[in-house]
């Protein structure tokens, strides 16, 4: 006798149809929790960069008894503090071709210039600017919680109170407020690259007012049609590091984390710190520890942090 062959049955079109539903669920659900764990992992290499660069100041300090100075060459094109941190960050061979007796652009700076460091860059910033700008940069040097960044104060305004700004020696010792309530470093994105469009988060404006305060300023930027594209400032922000300039790796604390930067000339800046993690900052103070920082910071305390004798009590941030 004949044995009967079983069939097997095929799937339905309906069964098909549910479980290409549920594997879209699946990848619906779990796609989040990857992008939330690659940005955890770019957000911790950023700390990392953070305390890198802590370390860096503390050694440079040990050896010249002060923080990387800025514009000590005179010109209008000054070398970045960034530059003398080179040898404390395993950078060594790059810190031996930087001309510091020249302007960041001139023809002996070309190789530093056009040096990209991972160092200085936070992995959570795609950034759009184009490489020909040279060495992008994330980390920025606390000016201060005032609207100008020099040693003499602009049109009458209060000299900087950071820890980096034109032509000037800071030492731990100036740093009255304590190490550790004083912000020494913050992220901030890169622009866009182009005046012909508008990024509120990253683009520096230019308002064409003349605040006398921070309070000022903070109103009057805040003000600013962004929509305006005559009122673009400046869009190559973050590049490249080895020049020493606002827009490069500088900001003040008179706008809250995460608002606009905006530029008030003559000599009237207001550089906001900014990122791509979300709620707020990661900054390093100049005790060497990295802190996350929330956008809802108290903005008195915020501006506090930035000032590095001002007698203020930080409380709980």
């Given at each position: 006798m004949k044995k009967s062959l079983s069939r097997r049955?095929?799937?339905?079109?309906?069964?098909?149809?549910?479980?290409?539903?549920?594997i879209a669920i699946l990848v619906a659900l779990l796609l989040p929790a990857v992008q939330q764990a690659r940005e955890a992992a770019r957000r911790t290499q950023c700390k990392n960069n953070l305390k890198q660069l802590g370390i860096a100041i503390h050694n440079?300090?040990?050896t010249y008894n002060c923080i990387p100075i800025a514009d000590v060459d005179g010109s209008s094109n000054p070398v970045s503090?960034?530059?003398?941190?080179?040898?404390?960050?395993?950078?060594d061979n790059l810190y031996k071709v930087v001309d510091f007796n020249v302007p960041y652009n001139h023809a002996n700076n070309t190789v530093a210039r056009n040096t990209e460091l991972p160092a200085f860059r936070c992995p959570s910033d795609p950034t759009r600017l184009p490489a020909s700008i040279g060495g992008r940069n994330n980390y920025y040097w606390n000016a201060g919680s005032g609207i100008v960044m020099y040693s003499s104060g602009a049109t009458g305004q209060p000299a900087?109170?950071?820890?980096?700004?034109?032509?000037?020696?800071?030492?731990?010792?100036?740093?009255?407020?304590?190490l550790s309530n004083t912000a020494g470093m913050a992220e901030k994105l890169t622009g866009d690259g182009n005046?012909?469009?508008?990024?509120?988060?990253?683009d520096t404006y230019r308002p064409g007012t003349y605040p006398n305060t921070p309070d000022e300023a903070l109103q009057q930027c805040n003000a600013t049609n962004v929509t305006d594209l005559s009122l673009q400032g400046y869009?190559?922000?973050?590049?490249?590091?080895?020049?020493?300039?606002?827009?490069?790796?500088?900001?003040?604390h008179v706008l809250p984390p995460n608002g606009r930067s905006c530029m008030f000339p003559p000599?009237?800046?207001?550089?906001t710190a900014n990122s791509q993690?979300?709620?707020?900052?990661?900054?390093?103070?100049?005790?060497?520890?990295?802190?996350?920082?929330?956008?809802?910071?108290?903005?008195?305390?915020w501006r506090s942090l930035g000032s590095r004798d001002g007698a203020e009590i930080n409380g709980d941030f």
């Open positions: 049955s095929a799937f339905t079109l309906i069964e098909l149809l549910v479980v290409i539903a549920i440079y300090h040990d503090a960034h530059a003398r941190l080179l040898p404390y960050i395993e950078q900087s109170n950071g820890i980096v700004f034109h032509n000037t020696r800071i030492r731990f010792n100036d740093i009255t407020d304590g005046n012909g469009i508008s990024t509120p988060l990253v869009s190559n922000v973050g590049g490249p590091w080895l020049q020493q300039y606002h827009s490069t790796n500088q900001y003040n000599g009237r800046i207001a550089t993690h979300t709620g707020g900052v990661q900054i390093l103070l100049c005790d060497g520890s990295v802190r996350f920082v929330t956008e809802n910071l108290d903005l008195k305390v």
